[in-house]
């Protein structure tokens, strides 16, 4: 299962770090993802890592505005920020992230996800 | 495009068989996967790939795809199965995940 950590309430221009706990699987070995969910909007997928290395894949939407890292020592995934803005108040759900591909075609899947973090920045 | 498209709606008679349908070019080649979503909880994964289920996801939910649409059906649909669903999958450049803008399913 993923456990993420606690809602935040921040103020404009200040930083935060957000974690997602790994446990019952190895966390090394599959990337965690991150996706946002601004109020009464849809989800949008922000990027992942591969904790065994610390591979960073960013949304070009993303790109530049968060670091998503990981600390495979305590299988827990990151997302921050070094200055927020009113417009990232989202709830935030890291989710474990698989894929099978041949030499044709696969898929991808994430699942769990974590039970999201809710951040309010509001001045 | 890398766009995946979705109607904002759907409705279905308690009991009725419904389709959610999901449309990008990059699902000609690539399987998406769909997820459930209830007001205040985390998405669910339902489907995934050709036709996958995750353990513990009812039967009564399959997936299919066929050219550049991808499909959800959920055969005998019940009150639990009014929530948002999305389709997701990779984009055209094969690196990023994208997710379709959801469908709000009303069972009546």
């Known amino acids: 299962q993923l456990v993420q950590s606690g809602s935040e309430v921040k103020k404009p221009g200040e930083s935060l770090k957000i974690s997602c706990k790994g446990s019952?699987?190895?966390?090394?070995?599959?990337?965690i993802g991150w996706v946002r969910q601004k109020p009464g909007k849809g989800l949008e997928w922000m990027g992942i890592?591969?904790?065994?290395?610390?591979?960073?894949r960013y949304s070009p939407s993303f790109e530049g505005q968060v670091t998503i890292s990981a600390d495979k020592s305590i299988s827990t995934a990151y997302l921050q920020w070094s200055s927020l803005k009113a417009s990232d108040t989202a709830m935030y759900y890291c989710?474990?992230?698989?894929?099978?591909?041949?030499?044709?075609?696969?898929?991808?899947?994430?699942?769990?996800w974590g039970q999201g973090t809710l951040v309010t920045v509001s001045s | 495009s890398s766009e995946l498209t979705q109607d904002p709606a759907v409705s279905v008679a308690l009991g009725q068989t419904v389709t959610i349908t999901c449309q990008g070019d990059?699902?000609?080649?690539?399987?998406p996967s769909w997820y459930q979503q209830k007001p205040g909880q985390a998405p669910l994964l339902v489907i995934y790939?050709?036709?996958n289920r995750p353990s513990g996801i009812p039967d009564r939910f399959s997936g299919s795809t066929s050219g550049n649409t991808a499909s959800l059906t959920i055969t005998g649909a019940q009150a639990e199965d009014e929530a948002d669903y999305y389709c997701?999958?990779?984009?055209?450049?094969?690196?990023?995940?994208?997710f379709g803008g959801g469908t709000k399913l009303n069972v009546l």
């Open positions: 989710a474990r992230h698989r894929a099978l591909y041949d030499m044709l075609t696969g898929y991808d899947w994430l699942d769990p």
């Open positions: 019952g699987y190895n966390f090394d070995n599959d990337w």
């Open positions: 890592v591969y904790p065994g290395d610390s591979n960073v």
């Open positions: 990059n699902l000609r080649s690539y399987y």
């Open positions: 790939g050709k036709n």
């Open positions: 997701n999958s990779r984009d055209s450049s094969g690196n990023h995940l994208i």
